[in-house]
């Protein structure tokens, strides 16, 4: 009988980076349902990517931010947290969800 030697890995696992956080991390569930509608969850969208009044001002992040003069960077607004801060500052603490086209449109609600 013929002994058989188990297979042997080449090299050892390759670690995975953990997923950037996506819209879990919103502070409730109306900024969880626009995040879901602006960006699907994904921390490096980037939309609007065109000029507007001469000016070139993306939006960033899970939950779009536009790239206006005094915000951070369409770099700086991937990072989930950054984002998530700015979006509740621009919301007035979660009191104006009206500069968010999904929400005055309707298409947050199907995140609800």
Do not use: F
């Amino acid at each position: 009988m013929e002994v058989v030697e188990p297979i042997q890995p080449v090299s050892e696992p390759v670690a995975v980076a953990p997923v950037a956080a996506g819209c879990e991390i919103a502070y409730n569930n109306i900024m969880r349902a626009i995040c879901m509608a602006e960006s699907g969850g994904r921390h490096d969208a980037v939309g609007d990517n065109y000029v507007i009044a001469g000016l070139y001002a993306p939006s960033c992040g899970l939950m779009q931010i536009r790239t206006l003069a005094g915000r951070p960077s369409c770099d700086e607004l991937k990072d989930p947290k950054v984002n998530m801060e700015w979006a509740w500052k621009i919301s007035n603490q979660g009191t104006n969800w009206t500069p968010w086209s999904v929400y005055t449109n309707g298409k947050y609600l199907r995140y609800l």
